[in-house]
């Protein structure tokens, strides 16, 4: 089983990123599909979640910003970030899992937000 994800960078405030998190060795569809991130300090926090239905869910702190999307044909969930602050500066993690399991987590790719 891999999580690939990729799409992190550097950006400046107001900017947009599209983080992007493919999947092999499971059957994607069944899924619920999350990304997380963590800053530097802090704990590892849950971002947005959208599950097997398509139905999302997000943070307060990226409400209304932020946009997941998942493609069960390509295995890859997306993470849409628009208007980035610095406090969206983190690393990013995909994870997948089914239930309450603990499932599986992508190697996570870097967000860094430059005023």
């Known amino acids: 089983v891999q999580l690939q994800a990729c799409g992190g960078g550097l950006v400046q405030t107001g900017g947009s990123l599209r983080l992007s998190c493919a999947a092999s060795?499971?059957?994607?569809?069944?899924?619920?599909m999350s990304w997380y991130r963590q800053a530097p300090g802090k704990e590892r926090e849950l971002v947005a979640f959208i599950n097997t239905a398509g139905t999302a869910w997000f943070s307060d702190s990226v409400k209304g910003r932020f946009t997941i999307s998942r493609d069960n044909a390509k295995k890859t969930v997306y993470l849409q970030m628009n208007s980035l602050n610095n406090d969206d500066t983190a690393v990013y993690y995909c994870?997948?899992?089914?239930?309450?399991?603990?499932?599986?987590w992508g190697q996570g790719t870097q967000v860094t937000v430059s005023s």
């Open positions: 060795g499971i059957i994607f569809s069944r899924y619920i």
């Open positions: 994870r997948g899992r089914i239930g309450s399991a603990e499932g599986y």
